[in-house]
C-alpha cells in the first residue's frame, strides 16, 4: 500500500495540486522548507485512502493505518524539509528535535521508576496498634512505604514479641492469641524498627440478636449481635466485616467514627453477614414497605403502618382472611418510650417474644386494634410501627 501511495504523490505532483486549505501540519513543513507539492500530495493521499478504509473497516481500523503510515513517512518529510530548508527553518526544526528528546529523557524514566528504598513501616488503624480477634494463628501485616509514600512489598519484615503476655509472635508475624492482653511487638525491615501495640481479643462465638427489621427509606438501625470470648463475654474492641447479600434491599452506613449501620432501600428480604476473627453470624434483615391499610396484602409482603396516638385514642385495621400465617409486632418509635398497644379480634394467635409481637392465624377477617391506655403523660404522644408480614407457606 505504501508503495501505490507513493506512486500516487509522483503522479500528483507531475500534473499540479489541487487548492484546497492547507492544515497546520501542512503550514508547519512549508514553514521549515519542505516542498508544497509534496506535502499537500503526500498528506492528501492519505486522507483519501483513509476515508476509504473507513468505510471498509470502520473508524478505528483506519485511524490505526493512519497513524502507521504517518509515522512511516514523517522521517521522509522531515529530511526532505532539513534537506531544502533555510538556516532559520533548520535551527526551528533542531530545537523542536531537542525538546521532544529532553521531553522523553525526564518522561521515561518516571514510568518505569520503581518505588525506592523502604522509608516508613505503618501498622492498624488504632494509633500504632492492632486489633487481633482470632483464635487461630493469623498472619500480622505491616504497610511499606518509601520516601515518597508509595506502597512497597513487605516481605522481609521480621517481628519479635518484645514484652506483655507470652502471645506467640513467629520472625515472620504469624501471631497466636490465646488469651485476651495487649503485647508490645517490634517490626523491623533492614535499619527500621517500629514497636506497636498487639491487643489480642480471641472471639470464640458471634450471636445474631434476632431479626432486623426496617422500613424502606426510614432511619437506620445498629446491627444486632454480640461477640463472645471462651468465658462466654462480651468482646468490646473488633475488628471485622459486614456484608449485606443484596445491597438493593439494604445498604451499611458508616459513621465517622466509623461505626456501622443498617438502612433499609427497597421491600425486601436479605442476609447481613457478620466476620469476626475466625467466627461469623448471619441476620435476617427485613425491610417493610410503607401502607395505609392492610387491603390486598398479598402473600410475602410486608408492610409497615406508622401510628401516633394520643391518650384514651384507638385506631382500627382490617386483617384479611389467609391461608398463610401472619406476623404481627407493634414496634416502637424514634423515643422507644411511649408505645402504643396491640390488640387482635378474630384471628388465633401466639405470642412470639413479648406482648407486643404475635403469630397469627385469621380463618376468617380479623381486626387489628392499636390503642393508647389514659395513664401517664397526657401531653405527649404515643408513637410506633405496626409491622404486618403476611408469610409464604411452607
Known sequence: MRESLRSRVQ????HGVESRPASKAERLLR???ADPAIVDAMLGDLAEERVSRTELHGERGAR???FREVLCSTPHLLAHAVHRASWRGRTLLVMGLAGVALAVTFAVPKLFDGPGAPAQLLVGDLGGALVVNNERPVQLTMRVLDASGRSMSDSGVAFLRVSGPPFRVSAKGIATCTQSGDAVVRASLGALTTPFLLRCRPVRDVRGLGMLNLVAGGPAADVPFVALDGTGQPVTLLRGDLTIKDSSVATLDVTADGHSRVRGHAAGITTLRVHIGDREAFIGVHVYEHASSLD????????????TLAAGEVRQWRLPAAREEYFIVMRPGEDGQRVPRLAIVGANCSPVLDAQSFFCIAQ????????RSRGGDQTRTAQGMLTVWRMPQP
Open 64 to 66: 490505526c493505518w493512519y
Open 31 to 33: 514553514y521549515l522548507g
Open 296 to 307: 390486598g396484602i398479598r402473600p410475602d409482603q410486608e408492610l409497615a403502618i406508622p401510628v
Open 364 to 371: 376468617h377477617e380479623a381486626s387489628l386494634f392499636v390503642f
Open 11 to 14: 503522479t500528483r505532483t507531475r
